[in-house]
């Protein structure tokens, strides 16, 4: 619990910021500064660029007052959408590995090719540190999984084989989730290119997920604040958050929400604090009317701090291991055509857009009650790398678009 431990003082800029404000009908976001020591000085470069134009935030910073973010970079000249992204996101597999570990590069790739974002909203996360990740995972599991001394049974079960690539990979994506949740409170809306390995439990991983990276930005922002966070953990991946669920199964702080297909991995279920389980081959309209039944009703009676959505991909009709229906012919008919989604009219594709409405759904909905949310992609399966990539950046372009409608 050593990232619990180090509760930084907070220090309200209302009313005197005008760096990042982020305004929505509802509330207005003020950005913070908390009493974290700055140590290192290159952590303070991307600092005063940020602050530069505020005499008071400048202040601070030089006098080492300045919380840092989890970021090796971060560009904040732009004021567009934070996107989080590593190159180290990636390692090596063995040849015809099921997994796309491809497609993390692939999703940024077309972010900037289409045009979505530029370079400059790129934020570059630091790699998770043994202590950060000490306040979900036990210290046995981290001893064994950092050192690779898991046993092959253990590895079968995550997946993958053990290697050094794997254990820096979900580090990185780790780092990427907890940077996001921080740009999120401070911006209003932030989404990594990876993230959601909502199957790992404090002692070992499972299906894929090796880190729990959701519940190590949860535990680690819930404490970052001296009146503590009450955070929202939506999860519409196809596969129930399971991990994510027992981990906080006791924690009133944090609530978790879990939207799955009924018979998909896991096949034992853990207990969420909201679960829909959905039959197998459900269409848009029916999941949609789902998300839109619980959603609004949660952020209103929970009323999180801090919403942190996993946008896993794998409802859609022809992922490899989803059971659902849910289609992306829109946006990708969109692009064909040339057209960038944030700007066209939606209504005049009249074919579904499951994913891309079920993604401006969670996040406008969010935002529009004032609450802060970051993204993470979750899963997505398939041997299409480009597809599937495609498929991943729905969450970003849906993401600009709200952005773009409260600037
Ligand atoms: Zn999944």
Request: one cysteine or more; hydrophobic letters at 35%; charged letters at 20%.
């Amino acid at each position: 619990m050593a990232a619990a431990k180090n509760k930084p003082n907070l220090h309200p800029l209302s009313g005197d910021s005008n760096v990042c404000a982020f305004i929505t009908p509802e509330r207005v976001f003020i950005p913070y500064i908390t009493g974290k020591l700055v140590q290192h000085q290159t952590e303070m470069t991307g600092l005063k660029r940020v602050f530069c134009k505020n005499p008071r935030l400048t202040e601070l910073v030089r006098n080492g007052l300045c919380r840092c973010f989890h970021a090796e970079h971060v560009r904040l000249e732009s004021s567009g959408l934070p996107i989080i992204h590593h190159s180290k996101y990636v390692c090596e597999l063995p040849a015809n590995h099921r997994f796309p570990m491809g497609k993390f590069p692939r999703v940024l790739h077309f972010l900037l090719k289409d045009q979505v974002i530029t370079e400059k909203q790129v934020w570059v996360p630091e790699i998770a540190s043994r202590d950060l990740l000490s306040c979900v995972h036990t210290e046995d599991y981290l001893n064994k999984f950092l050192s690779g001394k898991t046993s092959e049974q253990e590895q079968r079960r995550t997946g993958f084989p053990w290697s050094e690539g794997i254990v820096s990979r979900c580090r990185y994506e780790t780092g990427g989730t907890v940077l996001a949740a921080e740009a999120a409170l401070q911006r209003g809306l932030a989404c990594s290119t990876a993230g959601g390995t909502h199957h790992a439990f404090p002692g070992y991983g499972s299906g894929f997920c090796l880190l729990n990276d959701l519940a190590v930005a949860a535990k680690y922002l819930k404490e970052d604040c001296p009146t503590k966070r009450k955070i929202l953990i939506v999860d519409l991946d196809v596969h129930q958050g399971d991990g994510t669920a027992f981990i906080f199964k006791e924690e009133p702080a944090v609530f978790t929400f879990s939207v799955h297909c009924g018979k998909n991995f896991p096949l034992r279920k853990q207990e969420s604090d909201l679960d829909i389980s959905l039959e197998d081959g459900l269409e848009d309209e029916e999941y949609l009317s789902t998300v839109e039944a619980y959603l609004p009703w949660l952020l209103q009676t929970f009323r999180p701090d801090l919403v942190l959505y996993d946008a896993g991909v794998d409802p859609h009709w022809e992922d490899e291991l989803g059971r659902l229906h849910l289609t992306d012919q829109g946006h990708l008919l969109a692009f064909s055509y040339g057209i960038s989604l944030p700007t066209c009219d939606l209504k005049s594709f009249n074919i579904s857009l499951g994913l891309y409405r079920r993604d401006l759904f969670v996040m406008k909905t969010t935002v529009n009650q004032g609450v802060p949310i970051a993204t993470v992609i979750g899963g997505g399966y398939s041997r299409d790398m480009d597809r599937l990539a495609l498929r991943h950046s729905i969450v970003h372009r849906a993401a600009t678009q709200v952005t773009g409608a409260l600037q």
